[in-house]
């Protein structure tokens, strides 16, 4: 699960990424609180988040759904 992360504290602003069994395995640090995120591009590998001001997108080795 890929989720927007951005309540404020410390540490905690950009995405967060789980496995199945709800392990914390990755994140996405981003200088400022992640609103939404969704997965894009000719492959759906390119993460698109946006945030409190601003549009950041990064390619990952995961595919996103149809």
Known sequence: IWA???WGGAGYDGVHC???DGDLIGRIH???PCANLCF???K???LF???SQSVYSLYVD???AR
């Open 49 to 51: 988040m946006t945030a």
């Open 30 to 32: 981003l200088p400022e």
């Open 62 to 64: 995961a595919i996103g």
């Open 4 to 6: 927007a992360a951005g």
């Open 18 to 20: 789980y496995a199945p």
């Open 44 to 46: 759906r590998n390119r």
């Open 40 to 42: 894009g591009g000719r």
